[in-house]
């Protein structure tokens, strides 16, 4: 089921000093933060898992962030980017992390709800960490056939975004572009793009940015995520505690020019644990600087 005309009404809004919306992460409990970062961000981006709070047995969202997201009104719009879904899990995926989305979306308006195209859980066994995709005809399947299905629940626009490959992947159908051409263009949910994944997958694995960026049909990259993790033992790890480099920054410049109005908006991605090392006032200085980069774009 395409949702193109979803697609058509779903813009985020931004100042006027950018040609897409700026985007930054946001998981609560730190309302100074919250405050520095209003004024630049156009949209906050929320996780549901980390906002997520255990009473009595029962995953539930804090009320005490949810209270204060719903304060942001109309300072900045929210979108919902989730970690635990685990859509490509052969067994199915979290009914737990359905249950949190109805409770956001009860009590906050979102402009759009997205998460990984990988998997985190094997034969009820959670992994800890998010496996990429095979690009196989059967998986390309079994997301469509569920990305069809979360359409149909929510009738909200809804995106996918390539992860890190841990691994190599194993020989499939499809190219990486490929995969994510045929699911944008199947279900017509939106692509976000993570370029410093890509930047990862280069450096670890030896992924050609380059033949990617050519083949992947840009009308479907809605959303690009920019961050920074640290090199351990030679491996490039997307673990978000750093600011942006800038060739992570260049990318992303590039993929919005060549995506010719498709990107709404560029988010800057860090976790709360690296927010203590990084300091509020480099985090406002990291929005600006994305400011000042997309802000001299047509
Ligand atoms: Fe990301």
Redesign the pocket.
């Given at each position: 089921m395409a949702l193109t005309a979803t697609w058509n009404t779903a813009h985020l809004t931004r100042k006027a000093d950018t040609c897409v919306a700026i985007g930054v992460t946001y998981e609560g409990r730190d309302p100074r933060l919250l405050e520095r970062l209003l004024p630049f961000a156009d949209c906050i981006e929320v996780t549901l898992e980390t906002i997520a709070e255990v009473h009595d047995g029962e995953i539930a969202l804090s009320r005490e962030v949810m209270h204060e997201l719903k304060n942001i009104g109309r300072a900045a719009q929210i979108v919902v980017?989730g970690v635990g879904l685990s859509i490509g899990s052969h067994e199915g995926w979290s009914p737990t992390y359905f249950r949190l989305l109805d409770e956001f979306l009860e009590q906050v308006d979102v402009a759009w709800h997205s998460e990984?195209l990988a998997y985190t859980r094997v034969d009820g066994q959670h992994l800890g960490i998010m496996l990429a995709m095979a690009k196989t005809h059967e998986a390309l399947d079994l997301i469509c056939e569920r990305v069809d299905a979360i359409h149909a629940r929510y009738k909200l626009p809804f995106l996918l975004?390539n992860v890190v490959h841990v691994v190599p992947d194993a020989p499939g159908d499809f190219s990486e572009a490929g995969f994510l051409n045929a699911l944008a263009a199947r279900t017509g949910c939106g692509l976000?793009l993570?370029v410093?994944?890509l930047e990862c997958d280069a450096h670890n694995q030896g992924f050609d940015i380059e033949g990617f960026l050519a083949e992947l049909d840009h009308r479907h990259v809605r959303e690009l995520?920019v961050?920074c993790g640290v090199e351990d033992n030679g491996f490039l790890l997307?673990v978000?505690s750093r600011l942006v480099r800038p060739s992570t920054l260049d990318l992303a410049e590039r993929v919005v020019r060549s995506a010719n109005g498709a990107v709404q908006v560029v988010?800057y991605?860090f976790m709360p644990e690296a927010i203590p090392g990084l300091g509020h006032d480099a985090i406002v200085q990291q929005l600006l600087e994305l400011r000042r980069v997309l802000g001299r774009l047509p």
């Amino acid at each position: 089921m395409a949702l193109t005309a979803t697609w058509n009404t779903a813009h985020l809004t931004r100042k006027a000093d950018t040609c897409v919306a700026i985007g930054v992460t946001y998981e609560g409990r730190d309302p100074r933060l919250l405050e520095r970062l209003l004024p630049f961000a156009d949209c906050i981006e929320v996780t549901l898992e980390t906002i997520a709070e255990v009473h009595d047995g029962e995953i539930a969202l804090s009320r005490e962030v949810m209270h204060e997201l719903k304060n942001i009104g109309r300072a900045a719009q929210i979108v919902v980017h989730g970690v635990g879904l685990s859509i490509g899990s052969h067994e199915g995926w979290s009914p737990t992390y359905f249950r949190l989305l109805d409770e956001f979306l009860e009590q906050v308006d979102v402009a759009w709800h997205s998460e990984h195209l990988a998997y985190t859980r094997v034969d009820g066994q959670h992994l800890g960490i998010m496996l990429a995709m095979a690009k196989t005809h059967e998986a390309l399947d079994l997301i469509c056939e569920r990305v069809d299905a979360i359409h149909a629940r929510y009738k909200l626009p809804f995106l996918l975004e390539n992860v890190v490959h841990v691994v190599p992947d194993a020989p499939g159908d499809f190219s990486e572009a490929g995969f994510l051409n045929a699911l944008a263009a199947r279900t017509g949910c939106g692509l976000i793009l993570d370029v410093y994944n890509l930047e990862c997958d280069a450096h670890n694995q030896g992924f050609d940015i380059e033949g990617f960026l050519a083949e992947l049909d840009h009308r479907h990259v809605r959303e690009l995520h920019v961050a920074c993790g640290v090199e351990d033992n030679g491996f490039l790890l997307d673990v978000h505690s750093r600011l942006v480099r800038p060739s992570t920054l260049d990318l992303a410049e590039r993929v919005v020019r060549s995506a010719n109005g498709a990107v709404q908006v560029v988010t800057y991605e860090f976790m709360p644990e690296a927010i203590p090392g990084l300091g509020h006032d480099a985090i406002v200085q990291q929005l600006l600087e994305l400011r000042r980069v997309l802000g001299r774009l047509p």
